[in-house]
């Protein structure tokens, strides 16, 4: 340790790249140079991009049952309890996870909406935006990270339930960035999806609305925009078939739909997102016991043998892509789980308004120009290590 103090600084910020957030969270304590290094934004983004381009990243396996928790991916072992930012008797709802930070819903309390990093244990409390209407609504939401202005956001749809009503809808994006709402366009046509929360993919977030025409019940995928806010519609595949609801879903970073039927599930990945004819039927998985279909795929297993899905009665279970046989996973000593997800551990951290102090050490203020002024001078280094 006492080696790499004596190193250049733009030598030692690339070796402390290659360790894990959690290692690096703890490095923060050996003296104030290597906490400032890497509680910088730089550093942190820095990170984050290399650990989002390995093929197996460390990741946690987060999870409600009913308590808001965490375990090894894929392993299922090491369960830890995070801590409720609601407080006691808050359900802490998961909405979505993007890059490891959670987007976490609260329908108590005039439905409080915060976001999360289970790696750094910090938060975020969007500010309170208060209904428009007191008639019956539907609230559909999304979270997600938009690539034109590399912004974290939140987006609240909330539609009337009277189709008579002068009230039709109010679609509200937040950006992490400027930490402020702004008003989308009206939906351009009322849709209500069986799962409230969108599926990020391509840049936009997705619902599948399903509609009754006579008895047969057709369905749509909704998209909105995170980059210009507007919505679309995602074509569908050929299905050749009836079958009784759909899902969508992301797999392997492409996007995905779950066809439910009584006895099957087939399984449908966009392998390039928008162009209809890649449109590719991956399985087709029967169920094991009736009245049962999938809500999701959660991914595959590390070593790409298994399927993990998330079943419509709050289980979770592991499909063998070779014997074509299930397994119930259980990840503690709740027999269910809902709000499964997927994160990669990283260093992003989050402030409620009023959270940061100003350090007024002047060597800390001193180090902390140079840092930047090497910061500046070394990024171009940082992403050939």
């Known amino acids: 340790m006492a080696e790499l103090m004596d190193l250049p600084v733009d030598l030692m910020i690339n070796i402390l790249l290659r360790f894990p957030a959690k290692t690096l969270l703890q490095f923060k304590c050996v003296c104030k140079l290597w906490c400032q290094i890497i509680s910088s934004p730089h550093f942190t983004q820095i990170h984050l991009d290399q650990t989002l381009a390995q093929s197996n990243p460390i990741r946690r396996f987060v999870f409600s049952a009913p308590h808001l928790s965490s375990a090894e991916f894929d392993t299922f072992d090491r369960v830890s309890n995070l801590e409720n930012p609601f407080g006691v008797g808050g359900f802490a709802h998961v909405v979505g996870c993007c890059h490891g930070l959670l987007c976490l819903c609260n329908y108590d309390v005039h439905l409080t909406i915060l976001l999360y990093n289970p790696t750094t244990r910090t938060q975020k409390i969007l500010p309170f935006l208060p209904k428009p209407s007191s008639l019956p609504h539907r609230y559909c939401f999304g979270f997600g990270y938009d690539t034109v202005s590399k912004d974290y956001k939140f987006v609240r749809i909330l539609q009337s339930d009277e189709g008579t009503s002068p009230f039709r809808s109010q679609v509200m994006v937040y950006s992490l960035k400027t930490d402020s709402w702004v008003r989308g366009p009206n939906v351009p046509q009322p849709f209500f999806s069986d799962r409230d929360n969108g599926v990020l993919v391509g840049g936009s977030l ?34 050749g078939e009836e079958f009784i609801n759909l899902r969508v879903g992301v797999l392997d970073e492409c996007f995905c739909l779950l066809v439910n039927d009584l006895d099957y599930s087939d399984i449908w990945v966009m392998k390039q997102y928008g162009v209809a004819s890649s449109w590719t039927k991956l399985f087709r998985i029967g169920h094991f016991q009736k009245h049962m279909f999938f809500e999701w795929p959660i991914g595959y297993s590390l070593n790409r043998r298994e399927l993990l899905l998330q079943q419509n009665i709050w289980r979770v ?10 397994k119930d996973i259980k ?15 990283n260093l992003l951290m989050l402030k409620d308004a009023g959270s940061e102090t100003q350090d007024t050490d002047p060597q800390l203020v001193k180090k902390r120009r140079r840092w930047k002024r090497l910061a500046h001078k070394t990024s171009n280094n940082w992403v050939s290590i």
């Open 206 to 239: 997705h619902w599948a609305h399903g509609i009754y025409k006579g008895i047969e019940k057709h369905y749509s995928i909704i998209s909105f925009s995170l980059s210009d806010h507007s919505f679309g519609e995602v074509p569908q595949p050929e299905y």
């Open 331 to 345: 990840v503690c000593d709740f027999s269910r789980c809902i709000d499964t997800q997927v994160c990669v551990e």
């Open 317 to 326: 279970v592991s499909f063998d892509l070779e014997t074509q046989t299930f």
